[in-house]
């Protein structure tokens, strides 16, 4: 039995949740993947697994020989950094991972440009809306939107981003645009998510209140709602860049602006640890004045309609 092979399998399986997860994971086959699980169990003399028709769970000795398996596989890749000059050259191989909307339109324009200056660095990009265990996942550098719960990361601020309410000039000239949100019930919206009610929170005049559109459409992504917008199906109200482009040609207007008040923090993030591989460290200081400059571009408030159309 390999040990080294049979470690990576475990842990596959672990970080997927299962083992056909992990099968899928790895690109193996199920029974090769459960076989391999089984010989690490005999040679160990005890089960790691609790195996269920949904899941698995970790047995105490199997949460420490999972803790120890990941402290050796990260001494070796450690090991194979250093053994290649990743510590002494930006070279190799960089894992970063960010929200698919965010990640498309403001970071990756910035990462083509990285890998031009940094031909010896080659990018493995993750765009995924979920959070991501830097750590379990084997991802270098994550872009982070909203407040970060995990206090293991280190974690530089590069801006902040606020939510917009708009609509396209078709919509307004049919409807007018609300003067507060309390008149936004008297018009129509597209609502992002499957939340049953879909109150937009405001300040306005000191207090909180809470505007509610006559729900005309409701889309499960960010996409959908902002062509929905641009389409005069009804107003939207969505993160300021991901209909930046939208109100930068006047394709979108905004509106309530003054009501606008909250802002939330954008971060890079990376698993805290020893020395850095070089290319983790060019990475940082190469996209971090570049994305500040970026989200401060997008901060600047856009032309607002005047209320009632």
Request: charged share 20%; hydrophobic share 45%.
């Amino acid at each position: 039995m390999d040990r080294f092979d049979a470690m990576q399998v475990l842990l596959a399986v672990v970080d997927a949740g299962s083992l056909s997860a992990g099968s899928r994971k790895l690109n193996a086959p199920l029974p090769s993947v459960s076989r391999k699980v089984a010989e690490l169990e005999r040679h160990l003399g005890t089960r790691l697994l609790v195996r269920t028709s949904r899941n698995i769970q970790l047995t105490d000795a199997g949460r420490d020989y999972v803790e120890a398996a990941r402290q050796i596989m990260a001494q070796v890749e450690d090991a194979e950094s250093r053994a290649s000059g990743e510590y002494e050259t930006a070279r190799g191989v960089l894992t970063i991972t960010m929200p698919i909307a965010f990640g498309h339109d403001h970071v990756l324009p910035l990462a083509y440009d990285f890998l031009r200056e940094h031909p010896e660095i080659a990018l493995n990009v993750l765009a995924l809306d979920r959070l991501v265990n830097l750590v379990e996942e084997h991802v270098d550098v994550g872009i982070r939107l909203g407040e970060l719960a995990d206090n293991a990361l280190h974690a530089v601020k590069v801006g902040e981003f606020g939510f917009v309410t708009c609509a396209s000039p078709d919509y307004v000239a049919r409807k007018g645009s609300p003067a507060s949100p309390d008149d936004l019930g008297q018009h129509d919206g597209v609502v992002f998510g499957q939340i049953t009610q879909p109150g937009w929170i405001y300040q306005h005049e000191g207090r909180q209140v809470e505007g509610r559109p006559t729900i005309r459409m409701r889309a499960n992504t960010a996409m959908a709602t902002v062509a929905a917008g641009l389409r005069g199906v009804g107003i939207i109200r969505m993160p300021r860049y991901q209909v930046a482009k939208g109100l930068q040609s006047g394709a979108l207007i905004a509106m309530l602006g003054d009501c606008e008040s909250q802002s939330f923090p954008v971060h890079l993030v990376y698993a805290r640890q020893g020395l850095l591989p070089l290319k983790v460290r060019v990475f940082i200081d190469w996209m971090v004045p570049r994305l500040r400059h970026a989200l401060k571009a997008l901060a600047v408030p856009a032309p607002t309609s005047e209320p009632g159309g």
